[in-house]
């Protein structure tokens, strides 16, 4: 079976870009979630969707954060206009349900110049 | 809201000896305890998981229990590998959704 696969793996930003990272959940799971994790902070919840239902936008993330699931196979994080301070990795992981685990993709490391 | 706590940020420990990861946590739901365990340009991958109280856990050498006395899921092993080095997160969720709430994460070194 396929894992949760994201591309791309690396990206260059300049700043004020818009940038579009992509996510595909492991099949028939109805979990998704958006992570970015940095050194200083740690793993920080960007958004969160259940059955394709966004259920968390992650507050402090909204203004230029902007998440996406159109069908249950396929996940979009936007970031527009990108900052230098947005450099970091992005991880889409999914789970099947309440309390399962959730599998994490291998992330995408954003760095925005 | 959820917590988690951390307190170690790096923990060094030479091959062979036993280590002890702390993680507390609050919540007013019923909670579930997750480790992760994240390699050096790896994903994080589940370690444990438990929402029985007072009940060890174990999984490659490494366990914990879940104490909802003391709010506390540590996670130990008896004699840690270079292999072990790696960034280990503590995570919450409850009966009330699905979301994690991470904890600040301890990095492990092993040195020969």
């Known amino acids: 079976d396929a894992g949760v696969t994201q591309t791309p793996r690396h990206e260059v930003a300049e700043k004020g870009q818009t940038i579009i990272l992509k996510c595909e959940p492991v099949s028939g799971h109805n979990d998704l979630f958006w992570y970015r994790q940095t050194k200083i902070q740690g793993l920080e919840l960007l958004s969160y969707?259940?059955?394709?239902?966004?259920?968390?936008d992650g507050g402090a993330f909204k203004d230029r954060f902007k998440a996406e699931m159109l069908n249950s196979s396929f996940s979009t994080l936007k970031i527009q206009p990108t900052e230098p301070k947005d450099s970091a990795v992005y991880l889409c992981a999914s789970s099947l349900n309440n309390y399962a685990e959730q599998f994490f993709g291998p992330g995408t490391r954003l760095t925005v110049l | 809201g959820d917590s988690v706590t951390q307190t170690e940020g790096l923990v060094t420990l030479t091959k062979g000896l036993p280590v002890m990861l702390n993680c507390t946590y609050q919540?007013?739901?019923?909670?579930?305890l997750f480790w992760y365990v994240q390699h050096l340009n790896e994903a994080p991958k589940l370690l444990l998981k438990?929402?029985?109280?007072?009940k060890r856990t174990e999984h490659q050498g490494f366990y914990a229990t879940l104490h909802k006395s003391s709010s506390s899921f540590h996670l130990q092993k008896s004699s840690v590998q270079l292999s072990d080095s790696a960034l280990y997160f503590c995570a919450l969720s409850h009966n009330a959704g699905a979301k994690l709430t991470f904890g600040g994460g301890t990095r492990l070194t092993v040195r020969p």
């Open positions: 969707f259940r059955s394709k239902s966004l259920m968390e």
């Open positions: 919540t007013t739901y019923s909670p579930f």
């Open positions: 438990s929402s029985t109280d007072n």
